[in-house]
């Protein structure tokens, strides 16, 4: 199994920055992507940002590209999201999400954090 733990969530004005962080307990070598989700009041969760797990792909939304940046420290078995020039409409809970393969790829786990709430305010 695998576990995650958010930190980093809180209140910061529109034009802010702050930088979530998750750290990885577990099964943590047999991890194939990282990533970043957020759900809005009364939307759908979205992903955010993606990392592969040697750490030389990602992915963004196109909203936060150029704002956001994905990394991992596979020392610190950490993952952050550093979010710069925040706007209100970046207001939802973040979630970290991990998966694995097994099966040689035919099967597929999901793992989620608890979430860590992000409140900008305009």
């Known amino acids: 199994q695998v576990q995650l733990a958010e930190s980093g969530g809180g209140l910061v004005q529109a034009g802010g920055s702050l930088r979530l962080s998750c750290a990885v307990s577990?099964?943590?070598?047999?991890?194939?992507?990282m990533g970043w989700y957020r759900q809005a009041p009364g939307k759908q969760r979205e992903l955010v940002a993606t990392i592969t797990s040697s750490g030389g792909g990602t992915n963004y939304v196109d909203s936060v590209k150029g704002r956001f940046t994905i990394s991992r420290d596979s020392a610190k078995n950490t993952v952050y999201l550093q979010m710069n020039s925040l706007k209100p409409e970046d207001t939802a809970i973040y979630y970290c999400h991990a998966d694995r393969l097994l099966r040689f790829g035919a099967v597929r786990l999901d793992y989620w954090g608890q979430g860590t709430q992000v409140t900008v305010s305009s």
């Open positions: 577990g099964l943590i070598s047999s991890i194939n992507t």
